[in-house]
Structure formats: C-alpha cells, structure tokens
C-alpha cells in the first residue's frame, strides 16, 4: 500500500512540475544569457528569423525561399530560449521525421526544488507528435505524452496547465495551443532529421 501511495504522490508531481515549466511566463520572450553551447547554431537561426521578418516588413510578401535546419540547431535554439524562461529547464532533443513527424526529450532539473524525496533530481518528458499547420498557425498535435514512465493525457495536462497559470496571474499556454509562425515565415515541415522552414 505504502508504495501505491508513493507511485500516485509521484505521478501528480510530476504532472505539477510539468505543468510549472509550461506555465512560466514568458519562456520564449527572450534568450538565455548564460547558455552558450552551440551558440553559433542559435545566432545562425536567431539572425535567420530577424532578416526573414525584415524582408517581410519592407517588401510586404515572402521570398519564395526555403532554408533548413539540423535537429540539433533546432535543438540549440530552444536550448537557449528556454533555459532563461524556466528554472528547471535543463535540456531538449528533438528528432525529426517525414510527413511533419517529431519526436523529443526535455530534461527537467529540480535539484533545488523542495520536493518529497521519491522525486528525482531530474526527471525526463517524452513525447511524439504532428506539427499541423492552419493558414499561417501552428501547433504539436500529440500523440503520445510521457513524464518519466508515466503516460500522460495532454487534455488533463491543459486543465492543470490553466489552475497553474490561474494562480500565478499568467496567460495559460496549452500543449495543443495555435501559435503564430514568425513574421516573415509561411510554414515550416519536415524530412528526416530536418526542419524545412519556407520563408
């Protein structure tokens, strides 16, 4: 009995450590300072959106052109905005497949969080899902969603995801959310282990 308790205790944490993490405000507001890893990978795709929504805004239209991008830049780049975003972001991967396809590991870091003493120093999200594009929308849609062994529903994270928010004042950001593509950007694919970003 006591070890059922301990699983259940340990499932709705992790649910509530996730759902901090995606309901921090602002964690795409703004680069990381500290995180300096692949940093030429992140000023590439970083210096890539900015002359993509220049273009944009002085021409009115896209360039009819496409650019692409390594798991691994992609990757770096969310590395570094997450990680000012969100104090327990550790790490992201991502693997990219045909037919808008991904898959991805975020490694959570609560090494300094007050937490029961069955929850690990880090713990691991991971997830498959479908990039879906709307006109100029996108969203992940999920088809599998795991904190540690741990399946999770993305309907029931979103639910904690708004009480979470709810209490902290912020605007709730939801798993399956349609967020709009960059200025400058008209839709984004994939191909095996690439982001394929038409601008």
């Known amino acids: 009995m006591k070890s059922l ?4 205790g340990r ?17 795409l507001s703004q680069a990381g300072q500290d995180n300096t890893d692949n ?8 210096n ?16 009819g052109k496409k650019e692409e991008f390594s798991e691994t830049q992609v990757a770096a780049f969310f590395d570094y905005l997450f990680s000012e975003g969100s ?21 959570l870091n609560l090494k300094d ?12 999200l991971y997830f498959a899902a479908r990039i879906e594009i709307n006109g100029r929308k996108v969203r992940l849609n999920f088809e599998s969603l795991y904190l540690e062994l741990q399946k999770i529903q993305p309907a029931a994270i979103n639910a904690m995801i708004d009480l979470v928010a709810g209490s902290q004042g912020v605007e ?17 694919e994939t191909s095996s282990g690439r982001l394929i970003v038409h601008y």
Not at 175 to 187: A, E, F, N, S, V
């Open 87 to 107: 104090s327990v972001f550790k790490s992201l991967g991502l693997k990219f497949f045909p037919n808008n396809k991904i898959e991805g590991q975020v490694v």
């Open 11 to 27: 499932a709705r944490v992790f649910i509530a450590i996730f759902c901090l993490f995606l309901a921090s405000e602002g964690p």
């Open 172 to 188: 709730p950001q939801h798993l399956d959310q349609w967020y709009d593509l960059p200025k400058g950007i008209k839709k984004i």
């Open 5 to 8: 308790i301990i699983k259940i």
């Open 48 to 63: 890539f959106l900015e002359e993509a929504a220049a273009y944009h805004e002085t021409h009115g239209r896209f360039q």
């Open 113 to 124: 969080q007050k937490l029961p003493f069955y929850i690990k120093d880090e713990i691991n």
């Open 39 to 46: 940093l030429d990978e992140v000023l590439r795709i970083i």
